[in-house]
C-alpha cells in the first residue's frame, strides 16, 4: 500500500500525540517553583514533570516561566567574586 502511495511506512503509521493544554503546564509550573522556595530552574522543573506525566521542553518551562515573572532565587543573587589585588609592588 505504502508502495502505490508512494510514502514511506513511518509516515502512513505515524499517529500524532495531543499536546497537553497550556493552563495545565503553567499550574504546573508555578506550583513546582513555589513549593520549592523559588529554587528550581527549567533542569529540575522538567524533571518533576515528567514525573507527573507531562512531557514538555525546556524552552516551553522557560518561556511560562518568563511569562509569569518566576526568576530562581539563584539566578538572582549569582556569586561574583571579586579579583583580589596583585602582591607585586610596582
Known amino acids: 500500500m505504502c508502495s502505490v502511495l508512494k510514502i514511506s511506512r513511518s509516515t502512513y503509521y505515524y499517529e500524532a500525540k495531543e499536546r497537553q493544554s497550556e493552563e495545565d503546564v503553567t499550574g504546573a509550573v508555578t506550583e513546582i ?3 520549592n522556595r523559588s ?6 522543573i522538567k524533571v518533576v514533570l515528567n514525573r507527573r506525566g507531562f512531557t514538555v521542553s525546556r524552552r516551553r518551562i522557560g518561556r511560562i516561566m518568563k511569562e509569569q515573572g ?3 532565587s539563584y539566578t538572582v543573587a549569582q556569586f561574583k567574586p571579586q579579583k583580589a ?6
Open 33 to 35: 517553583f513555589e513549593q
Open 39 to 44: 529554587a528550581y530552574g527549567t533542569r529540575k
Open 70 to 72: 518566576l526568576v530562581s
Open 85 to 90: 589585588p596583585c602582591n607585586e609592588s610596582a
